[in-house]
T-cell receptor
């Protein structure tokens, strides 16, 4: 079974430029998460989707970040314009609830460097 | 954002030694998980714990869900060089919600 796929793996841009990240979750997983991981820290949630609906976007900086999950499968996270402080690893995870439990599986991440 | 208190921050051990790390929180969690992250990769799930007091093993790894539901520990027995990496604890308040992570424990193993 294929894992969570993310692209690109690395991205270097200049500040004020736009950037987009793509995620393909594990087949059949209806919950998709975007996390941001700063250097030396654990991941922190940006947004969570149940199918195509964003059910938790309270930590998403909405002035410059946007996300979508059309058709409830693939998802795209966009930053426009990027700032120096956006340099981080952006991780996508997916899960499928089984009763009262669910296990989140992570993709390899996109490492963003903003110059 | 909220993060769990994970300790130690780093460990330097000899191959064959046992390792213990732990995670505490001021909040109650219904699920505790332990992940390992290698450089340039995403976190990989090692052990998931779903019941207070639960003790679960995965090969040389053993983890426990604290009875207060506010803490968890991970033990690695007889460490080997491929155990090198960053270990993260994560708590989840209910299924399908965000994971709250610790800051990680960086493990170095010398042979």
């Amino acid at each position: 079974e294929a894992g969570v796929v993310q692209s690109p793996r690395y991205k270097i841009i200049e500040k004020k430029q736009p950037v987009a990240f793509w995620c393909n979750p594990i087949s059949g997983h209806n919950t998709l998460y975007w996390y941001r991981q700063n250097l030396g820290q654990g991941p922190e949630l940006l947004i969570r989707y149940e199918n195509e609906e964003a059910v938790d976007d309270s930590q998403l900086p909405k002035d410059r970040f946007s996300a979508e999950r059309l058709k409830g499968v693939d998802s795209t996270l966009k930053i426009q314009p990027a700032e120096l402080g956006d340099s981080a690893v952006y991780l996508c995870a997916s899960s499928s609830r089984l009763g009262s439990t669910d296990t989140q599986y992570f993709g390899p991440g996109t490492r963003l460097t903003v110059l | 954002g909220q993060q769990l208190n994970q300790s130690p921050q780093s460990m330097f051990i000899q191959e064959g030694e046992d390792v213990s790390m732990n995670c505490t929180s001021s909040s109650i969690f219904n699920t505790w998980l332990w992940y390992k992250q290698d450089p340039g990769e995403g976190p990989v799930l090692l052990i998931a714990l779903y019941k207070a007091g639960e003790l679960t093993s995965n090969g040389r790894l053993t983890a426990q869900f604290g009875i207060t539901r506010k803490d968890s520990f991970l033990n690695i027995s007889a460490s080997i060089p491929s155990d090198v990496g960053i270990y993260f604890c994560a708590g989840q308040k209910q299924a399908g919600t965000a994971l709250i992570f610790g800051k990680g424990t960086t493990l170095s193993v010398s042979s």
